[in-house]
């Protein structure tokens, strides 16, 4: 009985000085601290980890955002730019027809090319002047393009605020001409596209030896349609067959009919110190 309470008595001691001793060899309190503080580093670096994710998806999505601000915005600026280029070219256009129409010797009405009527009978152009402006059927048209004062047709049908042009190209299109060095006379006609050369008609045959490529051809005056004197185009291509009275050529219309734009309408009176010829 006494060994039983001997053994007791050493268990508690035991005990007792494991809990109370800190210099033990087992440290409980420091594993449990260090266990501790394993955890608590192993939750921040998680956290940590989410945290920066979290807000680098946020500035990346900040950055994208800016991104499309600044592309919308650099392409805003392009087409201002784009803009203001189309206003001088415009600009410089419209100074070149005013300065043109200050030269010219014929009564004159400016007008815009606003349309084409490919399925009218005369291929037909259309422009923003009509009767209200004082156009009539048959009043020839011309236009300033490359430093040139050339044909471009005549009204066919004025409306009351636009009208309906024939181009030089309309194969119902005829055109009283002369070449300009030689004097010699002829038709210029229109073969029906503006891609291919008018054809200058019923020339006289001995001027075969005085046509040389690239002679100007104008508007003879005959007929009271045309005035005289306005370019049609140049020649590119010289006919003649021995057994026929006459020859052809053909030429390039002095106009780009696919850059026109802007024309003048004119009527056939000129100019003079007391004002207009005509007008009594």
């Given at each position: 009985?006494?060994?039983?309470?001997?053994?007791?008595?050493?268990?508690?001691?035991?005990?007792?000085?494991?809990?109370?001793?800190?210099?033990?060899?087992?440290?409980?309190q420091?594993?449990?601290?260090?266990?501790?503080?394993?955890?608590?580093?192993?939750?921040?670096?998680?956290?940590?980890?989410?945290s920066?994710?979290?807000?680098?998806?946020?500035?990346?999505?900040?950055?994208?955002?800016?991104?499309?601000?600044?592309?919308?915005?650099?392409?805003?600026?392009?087409?201002?730019?784009?803009?203001?280029?189309?206003?001088?070219?415009?600009?410089?256009?419209?100074?070149?027809?005013?300065?043109?129409?200050?030269?010219?010797?014929?009564?004159?009405v400016?007008?815009?090319?606003?349309?084409?009527?490919?399925?009218?009978?005369?291929?037909?152009?259309?422009?923003?002047?009509?009767?209200?402006?004082?156009?009539?059927?048959?009043?020839?048209?011309?236009?300033?393009?490359?430093?040139?004062?050339?044909?471009?047709?005549k009204?066919?049908?004025?409306?009351?605020?636009?009208?309906?042009?024939?181009?030089?190209?309309?194969?119902?299109?005829y055109?009283?001409?002369?070449?300009?060095?030689?004097?010699?006379?002829?038709?210029?006609?229109?073969?029906?596209?503006?891609?291919?050369?008018?054809?200058?008609?019923?020339?006289?045959?001995?001027?075969r030896?005085?046509?040389?490529?690239?002679?100007?051809?104008?508007?003879?005056?005959?007929?009271?349609?045309?005035?005289?004197?306005?370019?049609?185009?140049?020649?590119?291509?010289?006919?003649?067959?021995?057994?026929?009275?006459?020859?052809?050529?053909?030429?390039?219309?002095?106009?780009d009919?696919?850059?026109?734009?802007?024309?003048?309408?004119?009527?056939?009176?000129?100019?003079?110190?007391?004002g207009?010829?005509?007008?009594?």
């Amino acid at each position: 009985m006494e060994s039983y309470v001997f053994i007791v008595l050493g268990l508690v001691s035991f005990s007792v000085l494991l809990v109370s001793t800190r210099s033990f060899v087992i440290d409980f309190q420091g594993i449990g601290l260090s266990a501790f503080s394993g955890v608590r580093g192993g939750v921040h670096l998680v956290a940590s980890f989410f945290s920066q994710t979290v807000l680098s998806i946020q500035e990346l999505a900040s950055l994208r955002r800016e991104y499309a601000e600044l592309t919308d915005r650099i392409t805003r600026y392009e087409q201002l730019e784009r803009n203001a280029a189309e206003i001088r070219q415009e600009n410089n256009r419209l100074r070149e027809q005013l300065g043109f129409s200050e030269t010219l010797v014929y009564r004159h009405v400016p007008a815009e090319l606003i349309g084409r009527d490919p399925d009218n009978l005369f291929s037909a152009l259309v422009i923003n002047k009509g009767k209200y402006h004082g156009l009539a059927n048959n009043m020839p048209v011309i236009a300033f393009q490359n430093g040139i004062q050339a044909l471009v047709g005549k009204i066919v049908q004025a409306g009351q605020f636009e009208s309906l042009v024939m181009p030089l190209y309309d194969t119902s299109s005829y055109v009283s001409s002369r070449l300009s060095d030689s004097r010699y006379e002829g038709i210029v006609e229109g073969q029906g596209s503006s891609d291919m050369p008018l054809i200058m008609r019923f020339i006289r045959k001995r001027a075969r030896d005085e046509i040389s490529f690239g002679d100007l051809i104008t508007s003879s005056g005959i007929g009271g349609v045309f005035p005289p004197g306005i370019t049609i185009g140049r020649v590119s291509e010289i006919h003649y067959e021995e057994y026929e009275t006459s020859m052809e050529v053909e030429l390039e219309p002095a106009i780009d009919f696919s850059r026109l734009e802007y024309v003048f309408v004119i009527e056939t009176e000129k100019k003079n110190e007391a004002g207009w010829e005509g007008d009594g």
